[in-house]
T-cell receptor, first 113, second 113 residues
Framework: DPKIIQKPKYLVAVTGSEKILICEQYLGHNAMYWYRQSAKKPLEFMFSYSYQKLMDNQTASSRFQPQSSKKNHLDLQITALKPDDSATYFC????????????FGKGTRLTVV | QQKVQQSPESLIVPEGGMASLNCTSSDRNVDYFWWYRQHSGKSPKMLMSIFSNGEKEEGRFTVHLNKASLHTSLHIRDSQPSDSALYLCAASPPSGGNYKPTFGKGTSLVVHP
């Protein structure tokens, strides 16, 4: 019974298009994150949110925009998609902004053609 | 620049053997270390954590931490084929402030029967 739900599981997009990756967590956590992982790059931190407030942004490109409509919800909007954006995007959460375990969702595998 | 360095990049051990993985942080403002395991096609899951100098054992897994050198190691004894996975190390600063769990590139472990 997954507690961090990511949708969709797989996504194929055309270069130049826009997609939204969905993430909801039911762990009661206050902090949420986005990570990216590809064959070319290791697990890479992208964003962190705490109580729906952006805490850190390590993504250089403004094409990536997190959106938090509720405390347990953190979507990722990606615009002007490029083949280089192809990766597995993991949503994660932790109880708070502190030294706690990070729990990962199952990921959305994005392929840009 | 990767702040969490892991070695070796890949490791092959025979079933029943000992696997030793290393991790060092170049960020002196870290206090906690985490080891995650990621099986192929799956999301990372926390395996062990260590906050104090010394050693911590859980079943076949032992972690060591030397805070002075910011070095941690994970040892897997009696390795099993099911231990084959990517092992990720993460380091985090003391509680408070901006929590950004940062991972190393990982060690890919293969345990062959």
């Amino acid at each position: 019974d997954p507690k961090i739900i990511q949708k969709p599981k797989y996504l194929v997009a055309v270069t130049g298009s826009e997609k939204i990756l969905i993430c909801e967590q039911y762990l009661g956590h206050n902090a949420m994150y986005w990570y990216r992982q590809s064959a070319k790059k290791p697990l890479e931190f992208m964003f962190s949110y705490s109580y729906q407030k952006l805490m850190d942004n390590q993504t250089a490109s403004s094409r990536f925009q997190p959106q938090s409509s509720k405390k347990n919800h953190l979507d990722l909007q990606i615009t002007a998609l490029k083949p280089d954006d192809s990766a597995t995007y993991f949503c994660a959460s932790s109880p708070g902004q502190g030294n706690t375990e990070v729990f990962f969702g199952k990921g959305t595998r994005l392929t840009v053609v | 620049q990767q702040k969490v360095q892991q070695s070796p990049e890949s490791l092959i051990v025979p079933e029943g053997g000992m696997a030793s993985l290393n991790c060092t942080s170049s960020d002196r403002n870290v206090d906690y270390f985490w080891w995650y395991r990621q099986h192929s096609g799956k999301s990372p899951k926390m395996l062990m954590s260590i906050f104090s100098n010394g050693e911590k054992e859980e079943g076949r897994f032992t972690v060591h931490l030397n805070k002075a050198s910011l070095h941690t190691s994970l040892h897997i004894r009696d390795s099993q084929p099911s231990d084959s996975a990517l092992y990720l190390c993460a380091a985090s600063p003391p509680s408070g402030g901006n929590y950004k769990p940062t991972f190393g590139k990982g060690t890919s472990l293969v345990v062959h029967p």
